[in-house]
């Protein structure tokens, strides 16, 4: 019998129906059979207008696990990843992909969530700065820190470092002044001889939101903000997966919440869905809530410019 043929009957009944393998490799060296464990993970949606019918995409993942065979096709257990193990990789493979659907979501989408009050109260020191800095040439030091507490120094200190970053200020002596990324947003702001400052200071927020959401997330401990974001990727991540909008009635969207992320209070999800809708991130026909053409779109696009999801390959 063929090794492939062999492995891959192994692999359907030792490891189930979820996961595959691909097509072994002889090791010259080491006289063994190596195959690689994969699946193609169905993921099954629905879209609430038509309850009956269930949209069905598979995600494919490679790198799992390995199986291991002798050069007579004899099955070496030691040196193969377990059917748990390959579990456990799939489980966290799922998590990525919340994950990144969620950073994908939020990218796009950051124009449209900086528009919301909660968002925009949160990125008051940023404003801050960016008063400072319209009205004069420079920011210094001594005035970033002067009458602050030690905590609110920290804090600001954080966020200086995360606009330098960005290239929107640079450091000079003492302080900071303007940088590219400032003048370039605030070139396309300007019409006519009339400058736009609030668009201005929401593009700047977008860009922080858009490119470094990650650092929003681990350094700023935004809390406050994630309800809205995760709300948002419960919308969005089943559109993002079947490429086209999927409509979820509320009652869906709390239990994908609680699917990815647990409980959450009623009141605080018609609150955010209205929120989301107001400022167009979102939209709403009848009792059905949905993304938007355009911002899916974009998601689409960003999603198919990103490499796959693969765990690496753990020695053995």
Not at 12 to 18: A, D, T, V
Not at 88 to 111: G, N
Request: hydrophobic share 35%.
């Amino acid at each position: 019998m063929k090794p492939q043929t062999v492995v891959k009957s192994f692999v359907s009944h030792h490891y189930g129906n979820l996961l595959s393998s691909a097509p072994p490799i002889f090791d010259e060296k080491t006289r063994i059979w190596i195959a690689e464990i994969k699946s193609d993970y169905p993921i099954v949606l629905q879209d609430d207008r038509e309850p009956e019918r269930k949209i069905v995409r598979f995600m494919s993942v490679h790198r799992i696990g390995r199986i291991i065979f002798d050069e007579n096709l004899k099955f070496r257990e030691k040196e193969s990843t377990t059917r748990e193990e390959c579990t456990k990789v799939v489980e966290s493979l799922l998590t990525m992909w919340r994950d990144r659907a969620e950073k994908i979501v939020v990218q796009a989408s950051a124009d449209y969530l900086i528009r919301i009050s909660e968002f925009r109260h949160f990125f008051t020191p940023i404003e801050e700065v960016v008063d400072y800095l319209l009205e004069h040439d420079a920011i210094y030091d001594e005035e970033l820190m002067q009458h602050r507490s030690i905590g609110k120094q920290t804090k600001t200190s954080k966020y200086l470092n995360l606009l330098e970053g960005l290239d929107l200020i640079r450091r000079i002596d003492d302080g900071y002044e303007n940088a590219d990324l400032w003048l370039f947003l605030r070139e396309k702001c300007e019409e006519n001889g009339e400058f736009d400052e609030d668009k201005f200071k929401r593009a700047i927020l977008s860009e922080v939101i858009r490119k470094r959401y990650s650092a929003l997330r681990e350094v700023f401990e935004i809390s406050r903000l994630q309800p809205t974001i995760h709300i948002n990727n419960c919308i969005y991540k089943p559109s993002l997966e079947a490429e086209h909008l999927i409509y979820l009635t509320e009652n869906s969207i709390v239990k994908n919440y609680k699917e990815l992320y647990g409980r959450i209070n009623p009141l605080t999800v018609t609150h955010i869905l209205r929120n989301l809708r107001t400022v167009h991130a979102i939209d709403r026909r009848e009792n059905y809530w949905s993304g938007t053409d355009e911002l899916l779109s974009t998601m689409v696009s960003i999603k198919n410019e990103m490499p796959e999801l693969a765990p690496p390959l753990t020695s053995h």
